[in-house]
């Protein structure tokens, strides 16, 4: 089968009915870049919970989230987590979600099926439901496992996006977002909350800007009401949900129905230098942006060196690359030789840098 036959053959945008591992099996092998999974907690609910005034809690005692035994529950995990593994590309990654119940049996699946864990994020709750019995700690927090498909999986991550959303601080992995509330309850026919673990907007936000790329397909297998599929088609993405109850399918087409996706303009994140084209020093003087024997200045002023016909440079003593010889005139371990080396143009002093990102906007134009 090929790339464009695979890719035709994916139920794009659609939420799927029927039992995840069934419904995972029947797509292509090796065809989704994301899988986002919020499968049942099994959170072992001992009879009803109430408020200090009386009322009834509702707790998520749906017969989904009930397993018989952990084995039960632990070979679950396994299958499903071996669906999902097949289905992913190479270089794709996962995100499972859970609390105390059931993340921690959900983590060794993981490394057992083959997945290699790259972060724990920890999902501090700033509106956790309190504990009404007190007799524990609060439960305020969840668990998210990213995990890329291999040790080798070269994996999306917008390292500089989530920069620039922290306003330039390195994006942590303890991540603060209030539970769904208000507006973003979703409610069903009968006036009830629609699903009792819905998540909120924000999270999956963060976790699709973070890990994928606009176009990429996100595959949902415990689909729910909808959430990542709301989130993947205002972002620009691509979805696969599959959820087996009828009445959370109708809620989450309708509500994905009603969003807006993000102008195409909009979609463009931060971008750090690495992720752009490489350009050796060696094309400027191919193309005649340097020619052989201009001298550069160093940043300081205090060092001068002659280009050679190859691209490196020679100051009499030294010789090598831009970064090579600006490390050696230093003393220093290492230099950026695009940002310490300059040449005259117009009486100025301008950085070779300048050359090479010019050499980059016109690849970006013919891209």
């Not at 870049?33 to 001992?46: E, G, I, K």
Request: proline share 5%.
């Amino acid at each position: 089968m090929t790339a464009g036959t695979r890719e035709l053959a994916l139920p794009l945008d659609t939420v799927l009915s029927g039992d995840c591992v069934a419904a995972m099996d029947a797509l292509p092998e090796a065809s989704v870049d994301l899988v986002f999974a919020d499968p049942p907690y099994n959170l072992q609910l001992r009879g009803d919970l109430h408020r200090p005034e009386g009322s009834r809690v509702d707790a998520c005692d749906n017969d989904w989230d009930q397993f018989d035994t952990f084995a039960a529950y632990d070979r679950f995990t396994r299958d499903w987590l071996r669906a999902a593994r097949r289905v992913l590309k190479p270089d794709g990654a996962i995100w499972a979600i859970g609390s105390y119940h059931n993340v921690f049996r959900m983590g060794a699946a993981l490394q057992d099926a083959g997945f290699w864990i790259l972060n724990d994020v920890v999902w501090r709750k700033t509106n956790p439901m309190p504990n009404f019995r007190g007799k524990r700690l609060t439960n305020a927090h969840e668990t998210l496992i990213w995990a890329s498909k291999s040790e080798k999986s070269r994996y999306t991550f917008n390292y500089e996006a989530m920069k620039a959303a922290n306003e330039g601080v390195q994006m942590r992995s303890d991540w603060t977002f209030p539970i769904c509330t208000g507006h973003e309850r979703l409610k069903n026919a009968r006036g009830e909350k629609a699903h009792p673990t819905q998540k909120p907007e924000a999270l999956l936000h963060r976790v699709l800007t973070a890990t994928t790329e606009p176009g990429d397909v996100v595959l949902d297998p415990f689909f729910g009401t909808g959430t990542t599929g709301a989130v993947a088609k205002m972002l620009g993405r691509r979805f696969i949900g599959i959820e087996r109850e009828a009445e959370y399918r109708e809620i989450a087409e309708a509500r994905i129905a009603r969003v807006r996706p993000v102008e195409a303009a909009s979609l463009e994140i931060t971008r750090g230098k690495r992720a752009e084209p490489r350009v050796p020093f060696g094309t400027l003087v191919e193309r005649g942006m340097i020619r052989p024997g201009e001298e550069l200045r160093s940043l300081n002023g205090r060092h001068r060196a002659k280009v050679r016909v190859d691209g490196t440079l020679c100051t009499g003593v030294e010789k090598g690359s831009i970064h090579q010889v600006g490390a050696r005139l230093e003393g220093a371990p290492s230099c950026n030789g695009w940002t310490y080396w300059h040449f005259k143009r117009e009486g100025r002093d301008v950085p070779i840098d300048a050359l090479r990102q010019q050499v980059r906007a016109e690849m970006a134009a013919t891209a």
